[in-house]
């Protein structure tokens, strides 16, 4: 009986691959097959024949090799037809080695071949290291591996075609990892660190207010008395001192750094001032070491950011859309009642130039978000889903990380939120966001969660985590934050204008206060201190740069990237596990036990208050799960609009939560696609 023919063809229409060679004693077949080895590949022009002779029979052994070869990652193997995540059973496979030559000079790389079917089908895959299933294209290193030729790539069953492609920077990361947490400057985190080389407060730093000095010093509380005031008029006072304003479209006063005492012994933007021997808390920092264990460490086996600011000198949502967008599109506040509107709240927030998630999307680059569930009920809706295109049923729980990644996980950009505690009655407490009134435990808890889930995952190699905060908080900074590019989006800065998100005319000129980084992966060097000037678009920079993925705005355009850090070699002495967070303090401990401040019900929500925000996500999901007509538009909005007291949102969100809960219940339970 005569064994079967096998011919696969690869037509290079970029003129660049110059050879494909077989891999001597590669082939891998079907256990009592037939087979003729070595494969021959032949070139006639642009196209090479690519022929094996070997009987036909798919099996497991041959899947697991060719997968093997993958890194057991989808990411990493491409079939025209029936592909999708990883192949189940393989009549044989073999490698090829290929050489390209380019403008930018010579490369090699190892391509793996399997043959499994579709149907009655047969149907070839490709994979290997230089495979990227999500664009779908080969990315061959040239140079030395100093640079990447990107190959587009498109087929059938049985031909694959090569697109002409570009070079571009190389870069030994695939996995971008970010984490935002919530609300503290850099000198409150780490200024009394006794890290060496950090720009930082030193003990001589002091604001005055009414006629006493408040000087920088350690024994920072785990959780403050009061929220200290962060909306733009409470920044402008901070930077600019006691007393300072902003006109409408500026200019910025001049930034000294004195007025975070004057502000929080007066501000009632988030509350009642602190009582008077409470001032001087907002000039404390932390003992790092002891306070702060898990950042410290990491710090010290890291890269520590001192110059990393917020994106502008404000609150935490327009913050948190510059992460996601490089534009806030005007909105220099927090969301307030009575503009909520303005939003296109059942569509969700709009950016002019759409969000890195449409832009990831647009690019075939794949994404993942994550959301702490371990807190209360209003804290667990993840701000992200705010945004137009990201949906709240989507968003998976932090806990299956460390799961996920250990298993088939094809995503490129990673981005994790923390529960924000509870806002319905606005104590913030039992979160793991860091909030100033919460504490510090729970935020650390989630930091090791989720480095431990990426060190200690078959990614760890290709990652890299970034852990920053969406702004200072109110605490203290010493460092005067620089002129910033302004996004030059096109959205509207003109207060009372129709369509308008600003308050204040702000031109988001400036950077905000500075605030904690901390650069994570085995590619960058252990105890490094960094003094390059970075903001939220920095993250973007560095996602755009890996990715290929064009800025979204003026801002991420100009703004630097991380990539400066990485080293020519990978460390193998990252820890595998961090130190345990600090206990919370007894006074914290017996809050949360005993279920915090007691929900006012009758309590009517202020007019500038986080919950609007969440209330909108709230809204946005309904609609999402609704027949999404007009009149089921209209009717939703009108029960939004009622909503008029924390205990009727309290009620809302459990409503609509509930609903989302068994939608991922169902999803989770659902068995895996099989391909």
């Given at each position: 009986?005569?064994?079967?023919?096998?011919?696969?063809t690869?037509?290079?229409?970029?003129?660049?691959?110059?050879?494909?060679?077989?891999?001597?004693?590669?082939?891998?077949?079907?256990?009592?097959?037939?087979?003729?080895?070595?494969?021959?590949?032949?070139?006639?022009?642009?196209v090479?024949?690519?022929?094996?002779?070997?009987?036909?029979?798919?099996?497991?052994?041959?899947?697991?090799?060719?997968?093997?070869?993958?890194?057991?990652?989808?990411?990493?193997?491409y079939?025209?037809?029936?592909?999708?995540?990883?192949?189940?059973?393989?009549?044989?496979?073999?490698?090829?080695?290929?050489?390209?030559?380019?403008?930018?000079?010579?490369?090699?790389?190892?391509?793996?071949?399997?043959?499994?079917?579709?149907?009655?089908?047969?149907?070839?895959?490709l994979?290997?290291?230089?495979?990227?299933?999500?664009?779908?294209?080969?990315?061959?290193?040239?140079?030395?591996?100093?640079?990447?030729?990107?190959?587009?790539?498109?087929?059938?069953?049985?031909s694959?075609?090569?697109?002409?492609?570009?070079?571009?920077?190389?870069?030994?990361?695939?996995?971008?990892?970010?984490?935002?947490?919530?609300?503290?400057?850099?000198?409150?985190?780490?200024a009394?660190?006794?890290?060496?080389?950090?720009?930082?407060?030193?003990?001589?730093?002091?604001?005055?207010?009414?006629?006493?000095?408040?000087?920088?010093?350690?024994?920072?509380?785990?959780?403050?008395?009061?929220?200290?005031?962060?909306?733009?008029?409470?920044?402008?006072?901070?930077?600019?001192?006691?007393?300072?304003?902003?006109?409408?479209?500026?200019?910025y006063?001049?930034?000294?750094?004195?007025?975070?005492?004057?502000n929080y012994?007066?501000?009632?933007?988030?509350?009642?001032?602190?009582?008077?021997?409470?001032?001087?808390?907002?000039?404390?920092?932390?003992?790092?070491?002891?306070?702060?264990?898990?950042?410290?460490?990491?710090?010290?086996?890291?890269?520590?950011?001192?110059?990393?600011?917020?994106?502008?000198?404000?609150?935490?949502?327009?913050?948190?859309?510059?992460?996601?967008?490089?534009s806030?599109?005007?909105?220099?506040?927090?969301?307030?009642?009575?503009?909520?509107?303005?939003?296109?709240?059942?569509?969700?927030?709009?950016?002019?130039?759409?969000?890195?998630?449409?832009?990831?999307?647009?690019?075939?680059?794949?994404?993942?978000?994550?959301?702490?569930?371990?807190?209360?009920?209003s804290?667990?809706?993840?701000?992200?889903?705010?945004?137009?295109?990201?949906?709240?049923?989507?968003?998976h729980?932090?806990?299956?990380?460390?799961?996920?990644?250990s298993g088939?996980?094809?995503?490129?950009y990673?981005?994790?939120?923390p529960?924000?505690?509870?806002?319905?009655?606005?104590?913030?407490?039992?979160?793991?966001?860091?909030?100033?009134?919460?504490?510090?435990?729970?935020?650390?808890?989630?930091?090791?969660?989720?480095?431990?889930?990426?060190?200690?995952?078959?990614?760890?190699?290709?990652?890299?985590?970034?852990?920053?905060?969406?702004?200072?908080?109110?605490?203290?900074?010493?460092?005067?934050?620089?002129?910033?590019?302004?996004?030059?989006?096109?959205?509207?800065?003109?207060?009372?204008a129709?369509?308008?998100?600003?308050?204040?005319?702000?031109?988001?000129?400036?950077?905000?206060?500075?605030?904690?980084?901390?650069i994570?992966?085995?590619?960058v060097?252990?105890?490094?201190?960094?003094?390059?000037?970075?903001?939220?678009?920095?993250?973007?920079?560095?996602?755009?740069?890996?990715?290929?993925?064009?800025?979204?705005?003026?801002?991420?355009?100009?703004?630097?990237?991380?990539?400066?850090?990485?080293?020519?070699?990978?460390?193998?002495?990252?820890?595998?596990?961090?130190?345990?967070?600090?206990?919370?303090?007894?006074?914290?401990?017996?809050?949360l036990?005993?279920?915090?401040?007691?929900?006012?019900?009758?309590?009517?929500?202020?007019?500038?208050?986080?919950?609007?925000?969440?209330?909108?996500?709230?809204?946005?999901?309904?609609?999402?799960?609704?027949?999404?007509?007009?009149?089921?538009?209209?009717?939703?909005?009108?029960?939004?609009?009622?909503?008029?007291?924390?205990?009727?949102?309290?009620?809302?969100?459990?409503?609509?939560?509930?609903?989302?809960?068994?939608?991922?219940?169902?999803?989770?339970?659902a068995?895996?696609?099989?391909?």
């Amino acid at each position: 009986m005569s064994i079967s023919t096998n011919v696969l063809t690869i037509t290079d229409n970029s003129g660049t691959i110059t050879s494909m060679t077989y891999v001597a004693n590669s082939a891998t077949v079907t256990s009592g097959e037939d087979s003729s080895p070595p494969p021959t590949v032949q070139k006639n022009g642009s196209v090479f024949t690519i022929t094996f002779v070997c009987d036909r029979k798919k099996s497991t052994p041959v899947a697991t090799a060719f997968n093997n070869n993958c890194n057991n990652n989808s990411l990493n193997a491409y079939a025209a037809s029936g592909g999708g995540g990883l192949p189940k059973e393989l009549n044989f496979f073999f490698q090829l080695e290929l050489q390209v030559t380019t403008a930018s000079g010579s490369g090699s790389a190892i391509l793996n071949i399997g043959q499994g079917s579709y149907g009655l089908t047969n149907n070839w895959w490709l994979g290997g290291s230089i495979v990227n299933s999500s664009q779908p294209g080969l990315n061959i290193p040239v140079n030395n591996g100093a640079s990447k030729l990107n190959l587009p790539l498109s087929g059938t069953n049985s031909s694959f075609v090569v697109a002409a492609g570009t070079v571009k920077p190389s870069y030994p990361i695939s996995r971008i990892f970010v984490l935002m947490l919530e609300n503290h400057s850099f000198d409150n985190m780490f200024a009394l660190s006794g890290i060496p080389g950090i720009i930082a407060a030193t003990t001589s730093n002091s604001n005055i207010y009414n006629g006493t000095t408040y000087y920088v010093g350690g024994g920072a509380p785990s959780s403050m008395p009061t929220d200290p005031g962060h909306e733009f008029p409470d920044v402008v006072e901070q930077l600019g001192g006691a007393g300072a304003t902003y006109p409408v479209n500026g200019p910025y006063p001049t930034i000294d750094n004195s007025g975070f005492a004057a502000n929080y012994a007066t501000t009632k933007t988030e509350g009642s001032p602190p009582a008077p021997d409470k001032i001087g808390d907002i000039m404390l920092c932390f003992d790092t070491a002891t306070d702060l264990p898990v950042a410290y460490q990491l710090a010290t086996s890291f890269v520590l950011c001192d110059q990393w600011f917020s994106s502008l000198p404000g609150p935490t949502w327009p913050n948190r859309f510059f992460l996601h967008g490089a534009s806030s599109n005007g909105l220099d506040h927090s969301p307030t009642d009575g503009e909520m509107g303005k939003w296109e709240l059942a569509d969700g927030f709009t950016y002019l130039h759409g969000s890195i998630f449409d832009a990831l999307n647009n690019d075939g680059v794949s994404y993942r978000l994550y959301h702490d569930t371990n807190g209360p009920l209003s804290g667990d809706i993840p701000q992200v889903a705010s945004l137009k295109n990201i949906f709240l049923t989507e968003v998976h729980s932090v806990n299956n990380l460390a799961k996920d990644l250990s298993g088939d996980y094809p995503y490129q950009y990673t981005f994790i939120e923390p529960n924000y505690g509870n806002i319905v009655n606005g104590s913030y407490e039992g979160g793991s966001s860091q909030h100033p009134m919460d504490g510090v435990t729970g935020g650390e808890a989630l930091i090791k969660t989720v480095y431990e889930a990426i060190r200690n995952s078959p990614l760890w190699y290709e990652s890299l985590l970034i852990i920053t905060y969406d702004e200072h908080g109110g605490f203290y900074d010493s460092v005067a934050p620089g002129t910033a590019p302004p996004p030059n989006d096109g959205s509207s800065n003109t207060p009372g204008a129709k369509d308008s998100l600003s308050d204040f005319g702000f031109t988001f000129d400036k950077y905000g206060v500075r605030v904690p980084a901390i650069i994570v992966s085995p590619w960058v060097q252990a105890g490094g201190v960094d003094h390059t000037i970075y903001d939220h678009g920095s993250a973007l920079a560095t996602i755009e740069q890996v990715f290929g993925v064009l800025p979204l705005t003026a801002r991420d355009k100009a703004a630097n990237s991380v990539l400066g850090l990485l080293q020519s070699s990978a460390r193998t002495n990252c820890p595998t596990t961090l130190n345990d967070p600090a206990p919370l303090p007894a006074a914290v401990a017996a809050s949360l036990a005993t279920g915090a401040e007691a929900l006012d019900a009758t309590a009517l929500i202020p007019e500038r208050d986080n919950l609007h925000g969440l209330l909108a996500i709230m809204l946005k999901t309904k609609y999402e799960l609704s027949d999404r007509s007009e009149a089921t538009k209209a009717a939703l909005y009108a029960e939004f609009r009622a909503i008029k007291t924390r205990g009727r949102a309290a009620a809302y969100i459990e409503e609509v939560m509930t609903e989302v809960e068994a939608i991922r219940a169902a999803r989770n339970a659902a068995p895996p696609d099989t391909n």
